[in-house]
């Protein structure tokens, strides 16, 4: 068991050490410049993430004050809307006074 741990151990290095030089060889492999370069892409990315949540938050905000805002007015209406219909005559209230009047001017 020890022998094949070992084994496998110096194949990994062999397999490590031709990867390496293969990456150093190759253009834009991804070596340890290039590493670098794409972690400080990816900071730079996530700083801008951060920026545009921040701004997203201020925005649903300002978005959840207006519905409040939107909610108040629209039960103000549905009030206005139900105090004038219940100011409005009937039919049946209009019909009872023209007799009222018919019957004062034959009266």
Same mark, same amino acid.
């Given at each position: ?6 084994? %496998?151990?110096?194949?990994? !290095?062999?397999?490590?050490? *031709?990867? %390496?030089?293969?990456?150093? !060889? !190759? ?9 670098? /370069?794409?972690?400080? $892409? *990816? ?14 938050k201020t925005d649903v905000r300002g978005l959840s004050n207006d519905v409040s805002a939107i909610k108040v007015d629209v039960a $103000?209406?549905? %009030? ?9 005559? +009937?039919?049946?209230?209009? /019909? /009872?006074?023209?007799?009222? *009047? +018919? ?5």
């Amino acid at each position: 068991m020890m022998d094949a741990n070992v084994s %496998q151990l110096a194949s990994f !290095s062999v397999a490590h050490k *031709l990867y %390496q030089e293969r990456l150093k !060889s !190759s253009d834009g492999g991804g070596g340890d410049d290039m590493l670098e /370069t794409r972690v400080a $892409k *990816l900071e730079s990315d996530v700083e801008y993430i951060k920026r545009d949540v921040s701004d997203l938050k201020t925005d649903v905000r300002g978005l959840s004050n207006d519905v409040s805002a939107i909610k108040v007015d629209v039960a $103000k209406s549905l %009030q206005t809307i139900a105090d004038i219909n219940g100011r409005m005559a +009937l039919k049946s209230d209009i /019909t /009872t006074s023209a007799n009222k *009047l +018919l019957m004062w001017f034959a009266g």
